[in-house]
Every structure is written in structure tokens, then in C-alpha cells.
């Protein structure tokens, strides 16, 4: 069964630290361009330095485990909960799930607060394909549910037929991908030092 739900996106706010005494990437890659703070063009050269984390960085950074990939993202479990009074009342419980798709991921617009130390970006995914073990239980309108089993489903441009469907969805994808995310960004400036993004950071 394929289903397809609406486009997806999540805010990532992250805070940046300088990297001191832990292991760090000692080299910075040509890819990465430290911005300047003050300049017009600020936002626009940090939302390229998060994009090309997707793009250079999608299978992990090399020589650092901690990370993982962001393409695909693995998610030991998902649940979604819903009141059985609805006409569509899905409890599902995901195992050992992969999300394709990250890797595509548009960084739309980035900003940086530097009294706090936090960045934060709009990403948009085009498509993603979950793929998992899961135990299903609840209805769809006078469709009963009850199984489990190896599934997918894929989250991409919404056809209104599954508007409804998608939005018994939506909570638990949006948190759990945002989430992961957030903790790939996360251990990533752990790594990354801030340097590298902000050229006056301090």
C-alpha cells in the first residue's frame, strides 16, 4: 500500500558552540563558506552551508560515526495514538524505520541569533519513503484494521483524497523526522567547529 500525504517540513533550531577539547573536524571542508555577521547576505550564505550538509554530508560525515546519515534517517520506533471515536482512528507502533528522502531536502531560509547562540532553518522535504516493521490496530471509516508486518509509505505532495488521513499522521512524522534532524544537526556541531559556518563567531 503506497500513501502519499502532504509535503513536509520542519524548523531545526540549533545552538552553535565553539568546539573545545573534544574531537572536532580539523580540516574545513571547501564546501563550507564561515559567513560574516553583518552582512546583507548573511542569512542567505548560512542557509547554503546547512543545504550542503544534505548534499556532502547525506550518507554522514566522514571519519565521525556519531552523526549517521541523513539520508537515510534511522528511527528505532514511531507511534501514533488516535481517539477510536474518529473515522479515522490509526494506533500503530513503527520498528526499525528508514526514511529515504532527507537527503533531498531544501534548506528554504536560515537566520542566527548570536546573544543566544542559536540557528534556526526551514527545511522542506519533497518526498520521503518510510520503511518499517509495525502492529497496526484501529479503523479507517467501517475499514477495520488489525495486523502487523513489514510496511512503507511515502510522504510527498498531498492528493486530497488523503488530506484526512494525512492529518492522523502528521503529529507523530512531523515530531519524529524533525527530531531526529534536530539530533543529526545537534552532534554535527559537536563536530563542525562554529568557525567554519560564522567567521566571527565568538
Not at 574545513?28 to 559567513?35: G, I, M, R, T
Not at 471509516?141 to 513489514?150: F, W
Request: proline share 4%; charged share 20%.
Amino acid at each position: 500500500m503506497i500513501i502519499k500525504v502532504a509535503k513536509f517540513l520542519s524548523i531545526v533550531a540549533v545552538l552553535l558552540s565553539a568546539v573545545e577539547g573534544a574531537r572536532y573536524l580539523a580540516e574545513k571542508p571547501d564546501f563550507l563558506v564561515p559567513c560574516i555577521v553583518g552582512d546583507p547576505n548573511f542569512n542567505v550564505c548560512l542557509t547554503k552551508n546547512f543545504q550542503s550538509f544534505f548534499r556532502q554530508w547525506k550518507d554522514g560525515i566522514p571519519g565521525y560515526n556519531a552523526v549517521g546519515s541523513f539520508d537515510p534517517l534511522y528511527i528505532k520506533r514511531v507511534k501514533f495514538t488516535q481517539d477510536a471515536s474518529r473515522s479515522i482512528a490509526i494506533n500503530a507502533d513503527l520498528k526499525e524505520v528508514y526514511v529515504a528522502g532527507a537527503g533531498q531536502a531544501l534548506v528554504m531560509e536560515s537566520s542566527w541569533d548570536p546573544n543566544h547562540y542559536v540557528a534556526k532553518t526551514l527545511i522542506s522535504v519533497p518526498k520521503l519513503r518510510f520503511n518499517f516493521d509495525y502492529k497496526v490496530k484501529g479503523h479507517v471509516v467501517a475499514l477495520n484494521l488489525n495486523g502487523h508486518g513489514k510496511g512503507y509509505f511515502e510522504a510527498e505532495n498531498a492528493l486530497i483524497f488523503w488530506r484526512d488521513f494525512y492529518e492522523v499522521l502528521r503529529p507523530a512524522v512531523e515530531q519524529t523526522v524533525g527530531g531526529v534532524l534536530l539530533d543529526r544537526f545537534k552532534k554535527t556541531f559537536v563536530y563542525v567547529p562554529a568557525t567554519y559556518l560564522i567567521k566571527d563567531f565568538h
